[in-house]
């Protein structure tokens, strides 16, 4: 067995014996969820899917819709519209509360209900049915494969909704809701009706962890930007009043549902779903609290954890290179004899800031004092962040400032990209070192 799956196995056998939490009672359909039914599963950012317990048992997702949702509001909106229709204030308040600002009526967020319902109402769409065909498609891309809807809990939703509808209304009558509130409660109602599973559910999370991409179909459901900010308000809002607690404890953006569904993410590690139903006082599934705190810890993967380098940035340093290109005698002589020297500074893996920070402080140590050459060997280099290409492009001309010949060598599909930067870009080390040797023949 894979040791995902056997931490996850572990983790279930364990938790399993935690017996605390209620039931959800509102609707029968909810009433009537096995307090024993259990499900772990998980997605990593290569789409490999682990899961333990009933992981495939089917359930309506409820509020673990509503980032999601969010996500395709935003998409629409875009996000200076987004924020001036919903907050983005932890409400400190239950999921179904009046979280509305005082003066102009705006939702606190879109992970309380009245929130989620605004958000609901703002997906752009001709009518009700499409909007509610659109909410599903949407689903389903972050799952990667085709959900439906569980008729009987959308009718029980439905029938027993007063209080959703009366926040949709108090919401209109504060002139911060899109339609009209009976339509647009009823098309909440159907996004939470929607039926998933623990398994598609951490696909769902890995889609946001993973920037919007979908690691098992590999298509993307939703821009980089939009999955950012769908997070956030995750990390912030998406346990409801346990929320601060859970971003203390947990740090990791995560979201309930009143059917025992939670999602967490781990922004470029994985996403994690947990099905319970007994739910703890403020709405979160009590196994799924506790599972997600241990995985936390056990994988340290606290937001606020700095992330461990375990790749050295620099891989060599060339005091005086010379290359082994073919030259007439007299050129050979002529470069034997010059004192100007060329420095290497080889590189390897990602280059964010940490890495750039490294590497840049070592190409100015190697530098030579007095003009020559500089040479950044990138071939190993796997992805250049638009930060640190121009904290390296700044290096680069400085360099070049100080009369230094600049030559950078890059694999081949980032060389399209970086053609407006200082010094001579081109594939190999080697090329890049006669490069400088040439400039050196030229004068
Ligand atoms: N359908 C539920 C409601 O609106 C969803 C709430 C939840 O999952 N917490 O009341």
């Not at 002529?334 to 280059?351: E, K, N």
């Amino acid at each position: 067995m894979d040791p995902v799956t056997e931490s996850l196995g572990e983790l279930h056998g364990r938790l399993s014996g935690l017996t605390e939490g209620e039931v959800a009672s509102y609707i029968p359909q909810l009433a009537g969820a096995d307090p024993a039914d259990f499900g772990l599963a998980l997605t990593s950012m290569a789409g490999h899917r682990y899961q333990a317990g009933q992981a495939d048992t089917r359930f309506s997702i409820q509020s673990v819709s509503k980032p999601f949702v969010y996500a395709l509001a935003l998409s629409d909106l875009g996000p200076a519209e987004m924020l001036r229709r919903v907050g983005a204030e932890p409400s400190g308040e239950a999921f179904n509360a009046i979280s509305l600002e005082p003066h102009t009526g705006r939702p606190a967020n879109p992970m309380v209900n009245a929130g989620a319902i605004a958000t609901t109402a703002l997906v752009a769409a001709a009518g009700p049915a499409e909007r509610s065909a659109r909410i599903l498609d949407w689903l389903s891309a972050f799952a990667g494969r085709r959900l439906d809807h569980d008729e009987e809990v959308y009718a029980s939703e439905a029938a027993t909704g007063d209080r959703n509808r009366a926040l949709a209304y108090l919401m209109r009558s504060a002139g911060s809701l899109a339609g009209d509130p009976h339509v647009v409660t009823d098309t909440y109602f159907r996004q939470c009706s929607v039926r998933v599973t623990a398994a598609d559910l951490a696909v769902m999370a890995a889609t946001l962890a993973k920037g919007g991409v979908n690691p098992v179909t590999g298509r993307r459901a939703v821009s980089q930007d939009v999955a950012v900010r769908t997070l956030a308000v995750m990390a912030t809002c998406g346990m409801y009043d346990g929320a601060g607690e859970w971003l203390l404890n947990v740090g990791l953006p995560a979201k309930s549902g009143v059917s025992g569904g939670l999602i967490a993410a781990s922004p470029g590690r994985f996403g994690v779903a947990v099905y319970s139903p007994p739910l703890d006082p403020e709405g979160n599934s009590v196994r799924g609290v506790a599972a997600l705190t241990e995985m936390s810890a056990r994988y340290a993967l606290h937001l606020m954890h700095a992330p461990v380098h375990l790749t050295a940035t620099v891989t060599d340093t060339v005091h005086a290179a010379r290359s082994a290109r073919e030259r007439a005698p007299g050129e050979r002589a002529a470069l034997d004899r010059d004192p100007r020297r060329i420095a290497v500074v080889g590189a390897q893996g990602d280059l964010e800031f940490t890495e750039t920070e490294q590497l840049l402080t070592a190409v100015q140590a190697a530098a030579p004092a007095t003009p020559g050459g500089v040479v950044l060997d990138l071939t190993a280099v796997t992805a250049v962040g638009s930060g640190p290409a121009t904290m390296l492009a700044r290096s680069l001309a400085g360099l070049e400032a100080r009369g230094h010949q600049v030559a950078v060598a890059l694999q081949q599909p980032f060389l399209e990209q970086v053609d407006a930067h200082p010094g001579r870009w081109v594939a190999t080390r080697e090329e890049a070192v006669a490069w400088c040797e040439d400039r050196f023949l030229d004068g």
